[in-house]
């Protein structure tokens, strides 16, 4: 898909890997569209970025929410809503059971509905936008692209709900892909590894550092303009459908 003048949606668009996707897909001529928990964020990156960018305020967790930015998006350009790019997340870090008890249940239901219902209100509402669009010259209506974690392979002790939110994620790309294919409308999920995010920019300096040298190669943390390079990529590679593509530098996580 070429991105002149399409309309793209990132939601979780504020910061991190979001971000720094918002920032390519307009500096590659998108029309782009910020969703966010955070108003302050989200406006000022929508300023930042100028003519063709905007912010609209979005929860994931929240349809109604979801199906504005998602009118607003449409609504940015001619051609209709073409790229969607869902970001949004949390993290959370408890045992299924120990000391303390069993793993809370509230906990775990905040973290699969922000992660993958979150995920997932973005991806049926942006691709039942797409079926109005007019196929372009390659038959294509759009391409949504999620966010999964490399933990939905490889989770960590204490990653019980973030592996399980993130690993559905991953599950559900194919059968997505396949719902919509022969709508021309591609579904494609990055994982990442461990990337330099606000999720880790609380640790001290020396635990990033040391959580980058984990890495095989490149032994630091990825960096959010990576990810946006590959979300470009996918965006502009009609082939790439159905497919969770890792990025994470070689790493498989040990167990701590």
């Known amino acids: 898909m070429n991105l002149a003048e399409r309309s793209a949606l990132v939601v979780g668009g504020a910061s991190g890997l979001g ?3 918002a920032r390519l897909l307009r500096e590659s001529g998108a029309t782009v569209t910020i969703a966010d928990r955070d108003p302050d964020r989200g406006a000022a990156l ?3 970025l100028g003519a063709g960018a905007s912010f609209v305020a979005a929860d994931v967790t929240e349809p109604d929410q979801v ?10 350009s001619p051609g209709g809503l073409r790229v969607s ?11 299924i059971a120990g ?9 775990f239901l905040t973290v699969v509905k922000v992660n993958l ?26 391409v949504c692209l999620n966010t999964a974690s490399i933990a939905g392979q490889d989770g960590q002790i204490g990653q019980v709900a973030y592996a399980a939110s993130k690993g559905a994620i991953y599950a559900m790309t194919l059968p997505a892909a396949r719902d919509l294919a022969d ?7 990055i994982s990442p590894g461990l990337f330099d995010t606000p999720l880790l920019a609380g ?3 020396k635990a990033r550092a040391a959580l980058g040298a984990q890495v095989p190669f490149p032994s630091r943390l990825g960096e959010p303009a990576e990810f946006a390079a590959l979300a470009r990529h996918v965006v502009e590679n009609i082939m790439i459908n159905g497919e969770v593509i890792r990025l994470d530098g070689a790493l498989r996580m040990p167990p701590r």
Do not use: Y
């Open 67 to 76: 199906a504005a930015a998602v009118e607003a998006a449409a609504a940015a």
């Open 85 to 95: 790019v869902c970001c949004a997340g949390m993290g959370w870090a408890e045992k």
């Open 183 to 189: 709508k021309g409308i591609r579904v494609v999920t």
């Open 46 to 48: 929508a300023e930042e």
């Open 203 to 205: 640790l001290p300096e």
């Open 19 to 21: 971000a720094a996707t």
């Open 99 to 107: 000391s303390k008890g069993p793993h809370r249940q509230d906990t």
């Open 117 to 142: 219902i979150g995920t997932f209100n973005v991806l049926r509402l942006a691709s039942a936008a797409m079926l109005g669009n007019e196929p372009d010259e390659g038959g294509e209506r759009g």
